[in-house]
């Protein structure tokens, strides 16, 4: 099935739901067993990567957005969480222990820096933040205790590409695992797996979710033995996506490819537009030709969405010469209103 068609089918099973196209949504909490030997036995073996067993765990609408991410992804499996922060810290929380250090890229999505700073460090984790050209000197890095690289690319706000399979080669070499927020891309325009990437979150909130109205994260491991101790610390946590949500986030799944095509012209358009302006410095926006992560966006993505904000699709980094930044700023936003 092509990529496009998976996005529109994926997570429906409407023979499974008396015909409905899609899945209904599924509020629950307790789950009621058949009978009492069911009941003792409903977390026994692998029930608690399968089954449907109490509310907090995952209902049917989690289940059929994780299916569908896990397969666009091309992963083992997903958990789907709270949010996309909270996609980070149960990733890392699962992954991590006492005297662990982690390699986080220096441009990270700023809240992934305060829970290194402020929430791991107090469980005895050390962070080292590297610079995100570092490529394959990551190597140089890696220490006895490196549990981990957490990448991002383009990174949050300044836009720095990575060179996601350098790294990976480099980590898997020295058995160090990689996590990617792969929020700006999605598995459409890039699938960190396929670059060697054992993790990859998703902030659904933004591009997959698509209408600013929820919040909610996934996360897709390469195998099964990361999967199961995400499974099992998002269960330790209690944190499961509220199946509205879901539901919400599966139906932007439907139309995420058109909305990404969509904005990667208009956000080209408005990049080249805001690049020829006298009172702009530069632009960081890994698709414009002269952007210094150019020729890595261009071997390894399959487009640019915009910033991850979905309702201000054509954000982009812009430096401007800062004489008077009112006045500026003015211009070009009635300059932009033009295009
Ligand atoms: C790159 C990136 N990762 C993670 C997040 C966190 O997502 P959420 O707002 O759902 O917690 C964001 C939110 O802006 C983001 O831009």
């Not at 397969?71 to 083992?76: A, D, P, W």
């Not at 890392?92 to 820096?113: C, E, F, K, M, N």
Request: hydrophobic fraction near 40%; glycine fraction near 8%.
């Amino acid at each position: 099935m092509k990529e496009d068609t998976k996005l529109v089918h994926l997570g429906r099973g409407p023979s499974s739901f008396e015909g409905t196209v899609n899945l209904p949504v599924y509020r629950a909490s307790t789950i009621l067993s058949a009978d009492v030997d069911s009941y003792i036995h409903r977390f026994d073996d692998d029930k608690n990567l399968t089954d449907i067993t109490y509310g907090a765990r995952g209902t049917q609408n989690s289940r059929a957005l994780g299916e569908a991410i896990a397969e666009l992804e091309g992963g083992y499996g997903t958990i789907v969480t709270t949010s996309g922060l909270s996609a980070i810290s149960v990733a890392l929380g699962a992954l991590v222990s006492a005297g662990d250090h982690l390699l986080v890229s220096d441009s990270v999505y700023g809240p992934t820096r305060t829970f290194c700073n402020q929430v791991l460090t107090r469980y005895g984790v050390t962070t080292e933040y590297y610079s995100p050209d570092i490529g394959v000197s990551i190597a140089e890095l890696i220490q006895e205790n490196t549990r981990l690289v957490f990448m991002e690319a383009p990174g949050s706000l300044t836009f720095e590409m990575q060179d996601i399979p350098g790294i990976t080669r480099v980590a898997k070499e020295q058995g160090v695992l990689t996590v990617m927020d792969n929020t700006w891309a999605t598995p459409v325009f890039f699938r960190p797996l396929e670059h060697g990437v054992d993790i990859s979150i998703q902030a659904g909130t933004k591009y997959i979710a698509g209408h600013s109205d929820l919040v909610i994260g996934m996360v897709t491991s390469s195998s099964e033995a990361t999967h199961r101790m995400l499974v099992s610390h998002a269960h330790n946590l209690g944190d499961a996506a509220s199946p509205d949500d879901c539901y919400l986030a599966l139906r932007g799944l439907r139309t995420l490819s058109v909305r990404l095509c969509r904005q990667q012209e208009s956000t080209l358009k408005v990049a080249t537009w805001l690049a020829d302006q006298p009172q702009v410095y530069r632009v960081l926006y890994p698709a414009l030709a002269d952007d210094p992560g150019h020729a890595l966006w261009k071997r390894d993505f399959k487009g640019a969405s915009s910033l991850p904000w979905t309702e201000k699709p054509f954000m982009l980094r812009v430096h401007i010469g800062l004489e008077d930044p009112e006045d500026l700023i003015a211009d070009l936003t009635q300059g932009l209103a033009r295009i």
